[in-house]
């Protein structure tokens, strides 16, 4: 299987600071169809994971666009500018190019 | 917009088999692939399989011959079998959808959490 590592765990910030959160994959996650199958949750307090961003960089409907991403083969960044609280959650990174789908750890993103 | 939802017990006895429902609104589950996720205790995602729009399923080898995933398209629900279960099976299940233009699971259930415990 593939293995996503994030870091960090947590991530300690203030409301309007910037935050970037890295994901890392144990092989290449470029597809035989030439596509990259890295995507980013987020899950709130209390909530069930919602999806960010798909294929690397690409904001799902309703996203705001202080989230970004991105990355290639197997190294992955997802930063959020100007972090407001509706931001505080743990992220997940997933990818679906390699069968099983797999999930990173989860980075906490906290008020410091 | 896709809304999913979950149900079944939340209590569930060590060797029995764990029954869920995932009942969907706004989409049909003949177009798609529909998909199992659970969430231990600690954050740790796991990607348990799907079914997809022509009834074809993928299970996560992780699971072996314990997971079936069935539908009923004229009441637009699916459902997970998990069979022989341990107190390691305990965790939060989500069902979720996937449409082929994001790659992704794009709307997840509000999740339910499910104890195996005698």
């Known amino acids: 299987d593939v293995v996503m590592t994030q870091t960090p765990l947590s991530l300690p910030v203030s409301l309007g600071d910037q935050a970037s959160i890295s994901c890392r994959s144990s092989?290449?996650?470029?597809?035989?169809?030439?596509?990259?199958?890295l995507h980013w949750y987020l899950q709130r307090p209390g909530q069930s994971p919602k999806l960010l961003i798909f294929?690397?960089?690409n904001r799902f409907s309703g996203v705001p666009d202080r989230f970004s991403g991105s990355g290639s083969g197997t190294d992955f960044t997802l930063k959020i500018s100007r972090v407001e609280a509706e931001d505080l959650g743990v992220y997940f990174c997933?990818?679906?190019?390699?069968?099983?789908?797999?999930f990173g750890g989860g980075t906490k993103l906290e008020i410091k | 917009e896709v809304q999913l939802q979950e149900s079944g017990p939340s209590l569930v006895k060590p060797s029995q088999t764990l029954s869920l429902t995932c009942s969907v609104t706004?989409?049909?589950?003949?177009?798609?692939?529909w998909n199992w996720i659970r969430k231990f205790p600690g954050n740790k995602l796991e990607y348990m399989g799907y079914?997809?729009?022509?009834?074809?399923?993928y299970y996560n080898p992780s699971l072996k011959s314990r997971i079936s995933i069935t539908r009923d398209t004229s009441k637009n629900q699916y459902y997970l079998q998990l069979n022989s279960v341990t107190t390691e099976d305990t965790a939060t299940f989500y069902c979720?959808?996937?449409?082929?233009?994001?790659?992704?699971?794009?709307?997840w259930g509000q999740g339910t959490s499910v104890t195996v415990s005698s």
């Open positions: 092989q290449s996650l470029v597809h035989s169809n030439g596509n990259t199958y």
């Open positions: 979720a959808s996937w449409h082929g233009n994001y790659g992704a699971m794009d709307y």
């Open positions: 997933s990818q679906s190019t390699h069968v099983p789908y797999t």
């Open positions: 706004g989409d049909s589950i003949t177009s798609g692939y």
């Open positions: 294929k690397i960089s």
């Open positions: 079914i997809s729009y022509s009834g074809r399923t």
